[in-house]
């Protein structure tokens, strides 16, 4: 492994691990919050202890996502300094609002922490609508930076100079949007399908029953509403991708040769030595109708790009077909689950329902690492589309290969560290948050 390799490892890793404790961070609020709206309006105290059994889980994924994006922060300067010489003007807006939204989460989670029996109950509730809100704002805030990578805007390029700098329009640029509604709603599926699943698996091993089933029907709500929802935005995703980075998507659906009325690839096994796609089941024209609303459109294919522009095709194509699967998967789980509540509202307690969602606990997460897989590999060899090579914003200082094997013990401890953690907020529950006794707590 040479430093390069080395330092796009590390970002790789360590922005892996961020996206998971990010996800979390974004979305548990609000369930924490409706589970304390529901206490308020019913007095039921199985919602108060749902609320602060997840307000502590709140703030151990706070603590270790902040830590993990600090971490990256500092990674954005030591192992891209020309990327950050030149960008940090451009892009530096989102990322200075991005710490604004930081505290005001940081304040508001105290506030809410702390504020059980000292505040109005109001109030106290909406400080934790606060810390969703900031949680949100912030992811929203970084995926405009890097949709800002994916179409850079809001400066001219002139004799390999930036100048005539707009961080609005840098900001505000014409990826932004598509991108931060895909990450949001798949921040909602991947936390809810993970927090409905683990809820299901305690419900079957009969372990306060009580407690995990309002847990689980609020999580399993947002879930699969959700889950209905991405397939739309991962339209309007993938539109624009083919509008503004026909590489991507090339790599994506493994297009080498460009054609006209292009097939819809499902499944297949890329060869880039060959250019050829084999094992796979063709869809005649549903892809120039998918990207561009032809069916007798063109799709650009890797033959259409110079050879030291093409990205990989084969972690591109691979990645974006396990979220696609995965994303249809859950996609079904969630038609299922409406229609159980609406039609077969006895079935909610069948086994093989909360069997489902303990299958799926997991999925949500790996779908998110596989579509961020797509958007950084599928955009390589470009740290800045069109306008800076990845290899040309690394760093020059030798060793990085070490500092990529340290940081990778770091973060597998943590990750066994925050397992830990939750595994034992998980076990104290019969001992917290759903004594009998509490019955009388309002």
Not at 259 to 273: D, H, M, R, S, T
Not at 341 to 359: A, E, G, N
Not at 402 to 427: E, G, H
Request: hydrophobic share 55%; proline share 4%.
């Amino acid at each position: 492994m040479n430093d390069f390799i080395a330092a796009r490892s590390q970002m790789a890793l360590s922005l892996g691990f961020h996206i998971i404790f990010s996800c979390i961070g974004m979305v548990m609020p609000f369930f924490m919050a409706v589970s304390h709206f529901l206490w308020l309006r019913t007095a039921n105290p199985l919602y108060k202890n749902v609320t602060k059994a997840w307000s502590k889980g709140v703030a151990i994924f706070f603590a270790t996502g902040a830590v993990s994006g600090t971490v990256l922060s500092f990674e954005l300067g030591l192992l891209w300094p020309e990327f950050m010489k030149h960008a940090g003007s451009i892009f530096g807006m989102p990322f200075s609002l991005e710490g604004t939204a930081f505290f005001i989460e940081a304040i508001a989670l105290g506030f809410y922490l702390y504020g059980w029996d000292r505040f109005n109950k109001w109030f106290h509730w909406f400080t934790g609508v606060v810390v969703g809100v900031s949680g949100l704002l912030s992811g929203i805030l970084v995926v405009a930076a890097n949709a800002w990578m994916n179409n850079p805007k809001g400066f001219d390029f002139v004799d390999g100079k930036f100048i005539n700098i707009d961080p609005i329009k840098a900001m505000f640029n014409d990826a932004w949007f598509s991108e931060a509604l895909h990450m949001c709603i798949a921040a909602f599926v991947a936390t809810g399908f993970a927090v409905a699943g683990v809820h299901a698996f305690m419900i079957l091993k009969r372990k306060n029953v009580l407690f995990h089933t309002k847990a689980f029907k609020i999580a399993a709500a947002f879930a699969c509403a959700a889950a209905l929802l991405q397939p739309l935005s991962g339209d309007i995703s993938a539109k624009n991708v083919a509008k503004l980075q026909p590489s991507k998507l090339a790599a994506m659906e493994a297009v080498f040769h460009t054609e006209k009325g292009a097939p819809l690839i499902i499944g297949g096994i890329p060869n880039e030595a060959t250019q050829q796609v084999n094992d796979a089941i063709r869809l005649p024209g549903l892809l120039s109708y998918l990207a561009y609303g032809r069916f007798d459109a063109t799709v650009n294919g890797i033959d259409s790009l110079p050879t030291g522009e093409r990205p990989p095709v084969a972690i591109t194509h691979f990645s974006f077909q396990l979220m696609v699967a995965l994303g249809m998967f859950m996609v079904l789980v969630a038609v299922l689950y409406f229609i159980i509540l609406v039609k077969k509202r006895s079935w909610q307690k069948k086994l093989w329902l909360l069997k489902l969602f303990v299958i799926a606990t997991p999925m949500g997460f790996l779908a998110v690492e596989a579509g961020w897989t797509v958007t950084e590999v599928g955009r390589q060899p470009w740290i800045i589309y069109g306008v800076m090579k990845t290899a040309d914003a690394v760093t020059p200082m030798p060793g990085i290969v070490y500092s990529f094997y340290i940081f990778t013990c770091v973060y597998i401890s943590l990750a066994f560290v925050v397992a830990f953690m939750l595994y034992r907020q998980i076990k104290m529950v019969g001992n917290l948050y759903d004594i009998p006794q509490q019955a009388n707590i309002t």
